[in-house]
């Protein structure tokens, strides 16, 4: 049986289980998928450890340690180093290896919006593989909102939080890469105002209350985190079996259990 866990701070909620548990089943593969909590950065090498053993064959990494584990791994791919940012380990020659698969999925998410310009809520982890993810595609008018500055070497506009409200463009992107929902911290005029001027918002956010934005948007105007968190799971699960076993599985299918399962939508 091979063991694969999410680690990260507060999981109870987390879709991941589901996803690669039901490619397990689906595809006959004697192999489970668990989440193990972590509250101190000082218990990732014991993790780290035990994935060198062979107890562990692959982890994913989600909030707040995507940036923080990073510096705790001496390898990693070419991707991940660029972007500096984990969430993705394989076990390789008996050790652990960092991965970036969030910026895939978020490309995969974007197919067929067709962007001019990007503000980025947020600069951690998921934050800078949005924007790896970007730049990879030779988007450059982005701008980035954080509560606190940021250095940058990319010549990327830095601005604060409060003003991602303030705009005066009719047409972007509006990519929410923090664990926050907006819909709570700010009036509802300001989504109705967004979506007139047919700016789109991706959250990376998959939860019952972050879909109530889809209430106010037109579908075309409104993605939730979902699509990202599969196709960066199928990523995941390629990287640890060193093939590609995620074309057997059908996107649609998995979508709709997960949606039947959890509510999500």
Not at 75 to 98: F, Q, T, W, Y
Not at 151 to 170: A, D, L, M, W
Not at 203 to 219: A, H, M, P, R
Request: aromatic share 12%; net charge positive.
């Amino acid at each position: 049986m091979k063991n694969f866990y999410l680690i990260g701070e507060n999981l109870n909620n987390s879709l991941s289980p589901y996803i690669h548990n039901y490619v397990f089943n689906i595809l006959g593969i004697k192999a489970k998928y668990e989440i193990k909590a972590i509250n101190f950065k000082s218990d990732i090498p014991i993790i780290l450890t035990n994935l060198s053993k062979g107890d562990i064959q692959g982890i994913n990494i989600t909030n707040p340690y995507k940036v923080k584990i990073f510096h705790q791994i001496f390898s990693c791919d070419s991707v991940a180093e660029k972007i500096g940012s984990i969430n993705c380990i394989s076990r390789e020659d008996n050790h652990p290896k960092g991965f970036n698969t969030d910026w895939l999925g978020f490309i995969k998410t974007i197919e067929g919006v067709t962007i001019n310009n990007v503000k980025i809520i947020g600069y951690g982890g998921a934050g800078k593989a949005v924007e790896y993810a970007l730049l990879s595609l030779g988007i450059k008018n982005i701008q980035i909102y954080t509560r606190k500055k940021i250095n940058h070497s990319n010549n990327i506009v830095y601005k604060n939080i409060n003003e991602i409200f303030n705009n005066n463009q009719k047409k972007g992107l509006i990519v929410n890469a923090t664990p926050y929902h907006f819909i709570n911290e700010n009036n509802i005029d300001n989504f109705l105002n967004l979506s007139s001027e047919k700016m789109v918002w991706i959250d990376l956010l998959y939860t019952k209350l972050s879909t109530k934005k889809e209430l106010f948007f037109n579908e075309k105007l409104y993605k939730n985190g979902l699509d990202m968190l599969i196709y960066q799971a199928f990523e995941s699960l390629n990287i640890w079996f060193r093939k590609d076993i995620t074309k057997d599985v059908d996107f649609d299918d998995l979508k709709s259990y997960l949606e039947r399962k959890n509510n999500v939508i």
